[in-house]
C-alpha cells in the first residue's frame, strides 16, 4: 500500500498568490482530513469527509481556505489569497472508519512570504 | 473546548531504560485514544490505538488507558535511541458530533546513548 500521497511536498509563495495542496487517501478509506501543524498550535483539524462530503468544516479559518473531494481518490485544499500567517505544514490522514486510526500523508511545507 | 493534556518534556532517559508518557483528556465520552509519534521534520505515524480500559502490549509499547481517571499513558520498554522523537497523545469524541483527533501538544523524548 502506498499510503496517503500529498503534493507538493514543499511550497514558497508569496503573500496573495493562490495555493493548491493534494492529497490522495489510502484506498478503501472512506474518510480524508485535512490538519495544519504549527508550532504555536500544535495539530489542529481543518476539515474533514466521508465518502467525499464534507462532515465538519468548523476548523477552516476563514473564507480564503476551501477544500473539495471530487471523487473517493483526491482532495484539494486551496488558500486564495495567501497570507503569511498561513505558514505551516498541512497534512492529510485518511482512515477507514471514523472513530478508527487516522494515517498522515507526508505533509506539505507551506512558506508564505 | 476538548483539551488533551502532555506533559512537554523534554523527558530525557537513558538506553535500555522504560519512558513512561502521559496524557489526560478532558472529554468523559471520548472513545478512541492514540499515540503518535513525529520525528522532526516528518509527519505523525501511529504507533498505539486502545479503546477499552486496561493495557495493551505491542512489542516494546504498552498504552494503558483509564476512563474514569480520564487518562492515557504509553510505556516504552528497552528504549533505543531511534525511539528519540516527540510522542502525541490524540482522541476522539464521537458523541461530540465529529470525529476529529484532538491532538495533545507533544512530550518530547530524548534517549541518551
Known amino acids: 500500500d502506498a499510503g496517503v500521497i500529498q503534493s507538493p511536498r514543499h511550497e514558497v509563495t508569496e503573500m496573495g498568490q493562490e495555493v493548491t495542496l493534494r492529497c490522495k487517501p489510502i484506498s478503501g478509506h472512506d474518510y480524508l482530513f485535512w490538519y495544519r501543524q504549527t508550532m504555536m498550535r500544535g495539530l489542529e483539524l481543518l476539515i474533514y469527509f466521508n465518502n467525499n462530503v464534507p462532515i465538519d468544516d468548523s476548523g477552516m479559518p476563514e473564507d480564503r481556505f476551501s477544500a473539495k473531494m471530487p471523487n473517493a481518490s483526491f482532495s484539494t485544499l486551496k488558500i486564495q489569497p495567501s497570507e503569511p500567517r498561513d505558514s505551516a505544514v498541512y497534512f492529510c490522514a485518511s482512515s477507514f472508519n471514523g472513530a478508527g486510526a487516522q494515517y498522515f500523508g507526508p505533509g506539505t511545507r507551506l512558506t508564505v512570504l | 473546548q476538548k483539551e488533551v493534556e502532555q506533559n512537554s518534556g523534554p523527558l530525557s532517559v537513558p538506553e535500555g531504560a522504560i519512558a513512561s508518557l502521559n496524557c489526560t483528556y478532558s472529554d468523559r465520552g471520548s472513545q478512541s485514544f492514540f499515540w503518535y509519534r513525529q520525528y522532526s521534520g516528518k509527519s505523525p505515524e501511529l504507533i498505539m490505538s486502545?479503546?477499552?480500559?486496561g493495557d495493551k502490549e505491542d512489542g516494546r509499547f504498552t498504552a494503558q488507558l483509564n476512563k474514569a481517571s480520564q487518562y492515557v499513558s504509553l510505556l516504552i520498554r528497552d528504549s533505543q535511541p531511534s525511539d528519540s522523537a516527540t510522542y502525541h497523545c490524540a482522541v476522539i469524541d464521537p458523541g461530540a458530533g465529529s470525529y476529529q483527533l484532538t491532538f495533545g501538544k507533544g512530550t518530547k523524548l530524548s534517549v541518551i546513548p
Open positions: 486502545i479503546y477499552s480500559n
